[in-house]
Every structure is written in C-alpha cells, then in structure tokens.
C-alpha cells in the first residue's frame, strides 16, 4: 500500500482531482518526494487550469475570469512561502510564532481569492472553492506539524 493512499488527506479529496494527480504521476514517471513538504504537496498546484476546472466545474466564460485570480493567488502563497523559506525539497524550522505568522498569512491569500471569486462563482462553485482551500490548508497544517 503506497503512502498516498494511507493518507486521510487522499481518500477526501473528489474522484477527479485524484485522477488528475495520478495520471501526473504515472504520465511524468515521477515519484513522490518526501522531503520538504513532498513534491505531492507541490504538484497539487502543479496545473491550476485542470483541477479548479474540474472542482469548480468552470465554464469557458468563467475559466477567462478566474483562473488569472486564482493563478495570482498560486503566486502570492508561493512568495509567503519563500518568505519563510519553503521551497520544493526546503523545509525549514519555524519557531510556534513565525508557523502562526505563515498560516494567517496563507489564510488571509486564501480569503482575498475567494472575495475575489464571489462575482464569478455561483454559491455551488463557492461553496467547493471553500473546501478545496480547506482540504489543502489541513494537508499543510498537518504536514507542517509534523516538521
């Protein structure tokens, strides 16, 4: 049994978003580092297009609006990242402060994207967008706690 599918983080996330990560994996060759936060933390962000697509079930009208927003918002998380100094295979030890500094920071990029969704998003796609930023703020919760 692969680590993947131990991880309560994976049997949550939706059908598609998974068969998406998988065929990544098995159509790059790839495999799973563990080192950081894990190349699979990473390629979740890997290609915005497909999964918000998919989980959002995004129109074309839409996908022109919001994937720039949320593209914006993969950069911006990517900086506070960096900031902290995260990186793909960096994960660097954080004092109790400096890990609430991350997650407010991380929570408030969150916050502004969906603000920024409410006018192209029907409450459905919303509500999903909610819990596809709750699904991943708990796997970085958990993986950053773990460190």
Do not use: C
């Not at 918002?73 to 990242?81: R, T």
């Not at 995260?86 to 407010?104: G, H, I, N, R, W």
């Not at 991380?106 to 919303?126: K, V």
């Amino acid at each position: 049994m692969s680590p993947e599918s131990r991880d309560p983080f994976w049997s949550s996330l939706s059908a598609a978003l998974f068969a998406l990560l998988l065929f990544t994996v098995v159509s790059t060759g790839k495999a799973v580092d563990t080192s950081g936060l894990g190349a699979d933390f990473w390629e979740k962000y890997d290609d915005i297009t497909d999964w918000a697509t998919l989980r959002l079930q995004l129109t074309p009208e839409q996908e022109e609006k919001a994937l720039p927003l949320l593209q914006e918002s993969f950069e911006k998380k990517l900086a506070i990242l960096k900031e902290y100094g995260f990186d793909k295979s960096v994960m660097p030890e954080l004092t109790a402060d400096q890990k609430k500094e991350l997650v407010a920071k991380i929570l408030a990029a969150r916050a502004a994207t969906r603000a920024g969704m409410a006018s192209i998003l029907n409450p459905e796609q919303l509500e999903e967008l909610k819990k596809i930023q709750q699904e991943f703020h708990e796997e970085f919760q958990r993986r950053l706690a773990e460190h």
